[in-house]
């Protein structure tokens, strides 16, 4: 049964219209993006099917070495650019847990969690996904997480996930520039300025 053919749709989409109310945006574009998540939620009952054409929600993860403090990046083969692993939800209750399976293929850690405990997305971001052949130009509304690994050795994507990855400090990652998007980058700041103030 797809996402929006679950008789629990309703309760679902109020529960994510409770994320972005208890959300801070941190600049102007996350704070339009916010509105923006809000109206689109409540025009499409399918927005959190991959079918829905004018965009989807999709589940993110920042990935974090809790040993070192770097973070884990890796190449987008489709999208040819740096980012944070994620992707579309599929059937599952919430986005949190979306974003726990999203990462876990595509970094194969056996042992991530969520960081900090029982907290919400760090970061919300709307971003344009170009045309693809089965699908035209649409919209991810991402809701992004951190998770923590303590065996960053023990990477093993599933097959036909990228293979591309690098573990950086975030002002190794900073660094990269134009390399990475803009709301990658802001994403970067909030973990770094998280993992400060626990050191």
Not at 65 to 87: E, M, N, P, Y
Not at 143 to 160: C, I, K, N, W
Request: with cysteine.
């Amino acid at each position: 049964m797809g996402a929006a053919e679950n008789g629990d749709l309703p309760g679902r989409l109020a529960a994510i219209l409770r994320i972005l109310a208890r959300h801070s945006p941190a600049d102007h574009k996350e704070a339009r993006d916010i509105q923006l998540i809000k109206q689109l939620v409540c025009k499409h009952g399918d927005i959190l099917s991959p079918r829905c054409q004018v965009g989807h929600i999709t589940a993110s993860a920042l990935v974090i070495d809790c040993t070192s403090g770097r973070v884990l990046l890796h190449f987008h083969r489709k999208l040819r650019c740096w980012l944070q692993v994620g992707g579309h939800m599929e059937n599952e209750t919430d986005v949190a847990q979306a974003a726990l399976r999203e990462a876990r293929e595509e970094t194969g850690l056996p042992d991530l969690v969520f960081f900090p405990p029982a907290a919400g997305p760090v970061d919300l971001d709307v971003h344009t996904i170009p045309a693809q052949p089965d699908m035209p130009a649409h919209l991810h509304l991402d809701f992004r997480y951190l998770m923590v690994t303590r065996q960053p050795r023990a990477l093993a994507p599933e097959q036909g996930e990228s293979a591309r990855f690098r573990w950086l400090s975030v002002a190794e990652a900073l660094a990269m520039g134009e390399a990475l998007d803009s709301s990658l980058r802001r994403l970067l700041r909030k973990a770094g300025a998280i993992l400060a103030d626990l050191a």
